[in-house]
């Protein structure tokens, strides 16, 4: 396959974009419409975005195909919320595993670096753990869970909400991507002159994201299990330190709770330095506690 090119969305785009979002709305909790869109209302909604400012649509564009999208959208009408934008992201089902999303963010986060935003959110519905490491790599935190908020195909779904805050304006993320792939690389340029992206998918991806900031060393996600396994595991567990949190929670039996649960206690015991992991605090960086929360992340 030839490389993929990372562009802003242009009209030409809507009707792949369109069938590519009614994939998800007939077969995905992903998302809450239940009927499939109308060509004229995607219309609409791609006239929400533009070339600048805080609110963007880029494609992944593989020759002629749309290889996924990703969005930064209003978080609320009231003129209070302007500060925050809400992101979505899609990418179609033929390149799932090749590092897509993450180019769509890269691009879309060196965007939103740009402009005067103070945090953003993503609202995953859960389970999904692709996407719940998808948003971990970029650093984003849960901030909380919405408890049966949305009912599709016949069933209640959570929907895990995530935060990330947005270095000041005027500084831009350089993210390092360096992941291997049984099968091959995939090539991700930006069609923006900014940096090549090369995507090597399907590991986690080891990124920086301080802009501005003094970078720091980067890991993969084999660094952050060896790292747990090394300083973490058996200080709690991960059914324990869930246990822990969720003592006396109808919740403990929930999936994402206990990861979330999980997260949260072991990324504090690091930072803290109890357990194995005493006296650890001065040696372990700020990226090998989020390598550890990371992995973490992925335990059953």
């Not at 990372?6 to 009614?22: H, K, M």
């Not at 595993?97 to 103070?118: D, K, M, P, V, W």
């Not at 991806?205 to 996600?221: F, K, Q, R, S, Y």
């Amino acid at each position: 396959m030839d490389g993929v090119v990372v562009r802003l969305g242009r009209g030409e785009d809507l009707p792949q974009l369109t069938d590519l979002y009614n994939h998800y709305v007939k077969t995905s909790p992903a998302t809450f419409d239940l009927a499939p869109v109308s060509l004229e209302s995607r219309r609409e909604w791609m006239g929400r975005y533009a070339d600048t400012g805080p609110h963007r649509l880029f494609v992944a564009a593989a020759g002629d195909a749309i290889a996924g999208y990703a969005t930064s959208g209003k978080f609320r009408d009231k003129p209070g919320y302007q500060t925050s934008v809400e992101l979505t992201v899609y990418v179609h089902p033929d390149f799932h595993g090749r590092g897509i999303g993450t180019a769509l963010y890269s691009e879309l986060f060196s965007a939103l670096a740009q402009e005067n935003l103070h945090r953003v959110y993503a609202a995953v519905v859960v389970p999904n753990d692709a996407s719940l490491a998808l948003h971990a790599r970029f650093g984003f935190l849960p901030v909380g869970i919405w408890r049966e908020v949305g009912r599709k195909f016949d069933r209640y779904w959570d929907v895990q909400w995530l935060e990330w805050a947005l270095p000041r304006p005027g500084k831009r993320i350089e993210v390092a991507q360096n992941l291997e792939r049984q099968s091959g690389r995939v090539g991700v340029t930006s069609s923006i002159p900014r940096r090549r992206l090369i995507v090597k998918a399907k590991t986690i991806v080891p990124i920086a994201l301080l802009a501005g900031l003094v970078a720091l060393p980067v890991l993969a996600a084999e660094d952050g299990t060896a790292l747990y396994n090394s300083k973490c595991a058996g200080c709690h567990g991960a059914d324990g330190v869930a246990k822990k949190m969720a003592a006396g929670s109808r919740n403990f039996n929930d999936a994402a709770f206990k990861k979330e649960a999980t997260v949260e206690m072991i990324s504090k015991d690091v930072k803290e330095g109890k357990g194995k992991m005493k006296g650890m605090g001065d040696k372990l960086s700020a990226d090998q506690v989020a390598a550890i929360a990371n992995h973490v992340l992925t335990l059953k």
